[in-house]
């Protein structure tokens, strides 16, 4: 149960921190849609609406606790400006992440390397579920999945 009561405080810390963002401000240079109150998000191509009220995707439910960080992290961490920089950097080179490289390589990459490890067609099947679809970007590798997780913020798969 006290599991259950720090998330939720959590929760709504964050939302408090949301509730002081000028949401028309950083509309466009996130490419969220301002709607009633809060935005629009589309989550892996999934919408979900944030506002200072709470988080809920289109069924009108709150998401899991993961998913309502991210949304709320991707509003109040918006840059001043777009980063002029079009290079693909991994998840290690952005700021502050070297703390959770470890949890990145053991819940992300690895979970997805043995799973679809020598099934790249399944892999391919399976990615348009979840917006992502096969790019061309010119890089040396066999399939290079691209993922739109968030507005401007693109992820790659590269097998």
């Known amino acids: 149960m006290a599991e259950a009561n720090i998330f939720d ?4 810390d964050y939302l408090e921190q949301v509730a002081r963002i000028d949401l028309s401000k950083v509309a466009d240079r996130l490419g969220v ?3 009633a109150g809060g935005v629009l998000i589309p989550f892996y191509g999934m919408p979900h609406r944030v506002s200072a ?3 809920t995707d ?3 439910c709150r998401p899991n606790h993961a998913v309502s960080v991210i949304l709320c992290k991707y509003l109040l961490m918006c840059p001043e400006t777009e980063p002029a920089d ?3 950097i ?3 080179d952005f700021k502050d992440a070297a703390p959770f490289v470890g949890g990145f390589v053991n819940n992300v990459e ?3 390397s043995l799973m679809f490890s020598g099934r790249l067609a399944e892999l391919q099947q399976v990615c348009p579920r979840m917006n992502g679809r096969v790019a061309e970007i ?3 590798c066999d399939q290079v999945i691209l993922f739109e997780a968030l507005p401007k913020i693109p992820l790659l798969i590269r097998n």
């Open 86 to 88: 079009a290079d693909w």
């Open 58 to 60: 289109e069924q009108g």
């Open 138 to 140: 010119g890089v040396a």
């Open 110 to 112: 690895k979970p997805l």
């Open 53 to 55: 009220q709470g988080i």
């Open 9 to 12: 405080e959590i929760y709504r």
């Open 90 to 92: 991994s998840y290690k």
């Open 33 to 35: 849609q301002v709607v």
